[in-house]
Every structure is written in structure tokens, then in C-alpha cells.
């Protein structure tokens, strides 16, 4: 298991850097906001602020950690295909790589259980070439190519507390770090007219510690039917970082002329004030649905140069299980998932609202003891066509396992 977690952790560092598709709409803000769930919400729309289990990692409630009585190791794999279509505008792009890793433990059993992994924050890939003539010319041609790299990462330490049989909390802790790096290329050339390039370099480094609070209410209406309340929130700070910005002027083979630095300075960006609620209805060893609304107050983010909207996410999903003791049929013991949901994004291009919907389907393969194999598949439409815009279609696909056991046990006989 050691070596298990030790080859997780350096896939990460390897492939963590291509954990979503191309998204012509990250080069704004800090980019494609990810969503800091495991493969099993996924499956349900992304469903998980009031949706317990205890055979996979709670990550997006931490009060709901304390259902986490076994200790579980977590990663999942993912693949995202995109199409672009527009005035004429057309293309496809492919991307995948290591998407989800997290662990969670008992450290007395109902009561605190605690949890740490590393979960993508934001993803920043797009690459858009443009050609025009200059204007008042016939034969002078100006290319434009922008595209931009990286994101923003949590690695993050979580508890949740049970302060009794029905009352759970949680706080959860983020490291923040990452890079990103944006460059702006323009050519200007013609049959009479010696080419000129210049490039224009655009590095953002940042780290920083941020906290969340989580609750959770379990009521039972009856010995197998329960309803379960879930609350999140998170206080906006300033993410700290380091600007730098460089002004490069290239020949016609490529080779750098000149270069000069324009810009190193600190920056601030201020993440929105988040709060999330949830609520559920599970039949206990038979299915679960459930609603998550979450509210981000991305607007406070606002400068002079971006505006962005308050984000809006809506989530109805549930997981259902056939018969989980059926030892006939082990399609009956697999967990089915089926979710939706609608996000408006905070971006705001050529005074649209960029908004996503996606129908998300899932499944736990239960093999030997406690553990699974879960798989997730979202099909969603990010963006529009209509004023000039770019609309994404795309489907994501999710390959995961989880792997439960008893650890830290004294042995009571040897």
C-alpha cells in the first residue's frame, strides 16, 4: 500500500498538469474552475455537500468525513474531448491525465476522522490564432496567436468531527499553489514589407493557505429512511502571487532580438466568498438523491480590467444500488449514479454570461473486500454561439478505484 500511494503521488507530479481539455473561456480570471469532488460525485452530477458514504473520500463537505470508518485511498484518471464550433470557427482537442488523489482515515471511529489529498483548482489551456489584413493595406497581414498554460492546485488536510449522533462538523484546509503562464504573439508581414514579431510574456506565480468550514445534520424519519442537511462556506481572502511580464521582439527564423522586462511586481487576487447547501434523501442500503446549491461572490473579484459575474451552481443527482447483499448477481451489487447540472460561470465575454450544463453517469464495480472501481461520464455544453461567441461540447471520462481496509488496528492476538 505504501508503494501504492508513493507511484499515486508521483503520477501527480508527472501528469497532473493535464488534468482538463483546451477551453478557449480559461484565459480569463484564474482559468476553468474545477470541480474538488472524487470520481464518485462525478458520477452524480457533482453531488456531494449532503451525500455521505463510507466507502469513498469525502471531499467536498468535511463535516462528512466522519463517515469515512475505513481508511481509504482514492485516484481516479481523466479524459476530456472538446469541439469547438462558431462563426467560422471549428476544431477538436483532446486532453487527460491524473484528475483526482485523496486519502481519508479514522482516527476514532465516529467521532474525527481526517483526510489529505490533491485536487486541481483551475486549469488555464487554450491556444487562438487569428489573421487579418492591416488596415488601409491590401497585402499587409497581422497574425495573432494567444495561448496560455497552467493552473492552480489545493493540496488540501481535512477533519470532520461528530459532536453527536446527528450533529457533524468539519474544517478543511488548502494549500494554494501553482503558476500561469499566458503569451501574445503578433506578426505583421507582407509582400513588401520585412516581417516583424513580437512577443508579449505573461507569468503569474501563486501559493497561498486558505481554510473552509462544513456541517452536517443527519435525521432519521424512520430505521432505514433518513434525510441528510449538509452546509458549507468558505471566507474570501487574497491569494498572494509574483508578477512578471516580458516584452520579447523576434527575427524571422524565431530567434529572440531583444528582450526587455516590463513588469515584476507582487499581485493579489481575491477568491469569492463561498457557501454551499445540500440535501438529501436515502433509502439506507438502497438508493440516495439529493440537490446541492452553491453561490461564489465572484463579483467582489471585479477590477478594472475583468468583471465577473456571482457563480451559480445547481446540482440534482443520486446513486442506487439493486441489492448490495445479492451474492447471485454482481451486477445487482453494483452502485449506479445519474446526475445534471447547471453552472453559471463567473465569466463574462463580449457581455454574454458563459454558463455549463452537463448529464453526468456513473458506477462503483465492487471487487475484492471493501474496495471498487468507479467509473463517471459527463456529457455538457460550455458557452454559446450566439453573439459571437465559441460553444464547447464536450464529454469527460472518468476511471477510478478505491481501495478500503482496516488499518492502524493493535492486533490482540498475535
Not at 212 to 227: M, Q, V
Not at 228 to 235: A, I, V
Not at 383 to 405: F, P
Request: charged letters at 15%.
Amino acid at each position: 500500500m505504501k508503494g501504492l500511494i508513493k507511484a499515486g503521488f508521483a503520477c501527480f507530479v508527472f501528469l497532473g498538469h493535464l488534468v482538463h481539455g483546451q477551453s478557449i473561456y480559461s484565459f480569463q480570471g484564474l482559468g476553468s474552475l474545477e470541480h474538488q469532488g472524487m470520481p464518485n460525485n462525478v458520477g452524480m452530477g457533482e453531488l456531494g455537500i449532503a451525500a455521505p458514504t463510507i466507502w469513498h473520500v469525502n471531499t467536498q463537505n468535511p463535516a462528512n468525513l466522519v463517515f469515512n470508518t475505513f481508511s481509504t485511498f482514492q485516484v481516479g484518471l481523466q479524459g476530456d474531448n472538446r469541439t469547438f464550433t462558431g462563426d467560422d470557427v471549428s476544431g477538436s482537442d483532446f486532453d487527460g491525465g491524473l484528475r483526482f488523489m485523496a486519502y481519508a482515515f479514522p482516527i476514532k471511529r465516529g467521532k474525527w476522522s481526517s483526510s489529505f489529498g490533491i485536487l486541481p483548482f483551475s486549469t488555464v489551456s487554450y491556444n487562438t490564432f487569428t489573421e487579418s489584413t492591416v488596415e488601409g493595406t491590401t497585402d499587409v497581414t497581422r497574425f495573432i496567436n494567444d495561448k496560455g498554460e497552467g493552473g492552480l492546485t489545493n493540496f488540501y488536510w481535512a477533519h470532520g468531527f461528530g459532536i453527536n449522533d446527528k450533529l457533524k462538523v468539519g474544517i478543511r484546509f488548502n494549500y494554494t499553489f501553482g503558476s500561469i503562464d499566458k503569451e501574445s504573439q503578433i506578426s505583421i508581414g507582407g509582400s513588401d514589407v520585412v516581417s516583424n514579431t513580437v512577443t508579449f510574456l505573461d507569468q503569474t506565480s501563486y501559493s497561498d493557505i486558505n481554510f473552509s468550514l462544513g456541517a452536517a445534520y443527519r435525521h432519521e424519519l424512520s430505521e432505514k429512511a433518513i434525510l441528510h442537511f449538509g452546509l458549507t462556506y468558505s471566507n474570501g481572502n487574497d491569494l498572494k502571487g509574483k508578477n512578471t511580464q516580458e516584452l520579447r521582439r523576434l527575427s524571422g527564423t524565431g530567434g529572440t532580438i531583444e528582450s526587455r522586462e516590463v513588469s515584476n511586481s507582487t499581485q493579489q487576487f481575491e477568491l469569492p466568498r463561498t457557501v454551499g447547501f445540500g440535501v438529501s434523501y436515502e433509502k439506507a442500503d438502497k438508493y440516495l438523491v439529493g440537490v446541492d446549491i452553491e453561490s461564489q461572490a465572484w463579483s467582489n473579484s471585479s477590477t478594472s480590467e475583468l468583471n465577473f459575474n456571482n457563480q451559480t451552481k445547481i446540482v440534482i443527482g443520486g446513486r442506487w444500488i439493486p441489492d448490495h447483499d445479492n451474492v447471485n448477481s454482481y451486477l445487482k451489487r453494483v452502485t449506479y449514479r445519474l446526475g445534471f447540472s447547471y453552472t453559471k460561470t463567473p465569466y463574462i465575454v463580449n457581455n454574454q454570461t458563459i454558463n455549463d450544463f452537463g448529464i453526468n453517469f456513473g458506477a462503483s464495480l465492487p471487487v475484492t473486500g471493501f474496495s471498487s472501481f468507479d467509473l463517471a461520464a459527463r456529457f455538457g455544453q460550455l458557452g454559446t454561439t450566439s453573439n459571437g461567441l465559441i460553444k464547447e461540447s464536450y464529454y469527460q471520462i472518468v476511471i477510478g478505484a478505491t481501495i478500503n481496509d482496516r488499518w492502524f488496528i493493535k492486533r490482540k492476538y498475535d
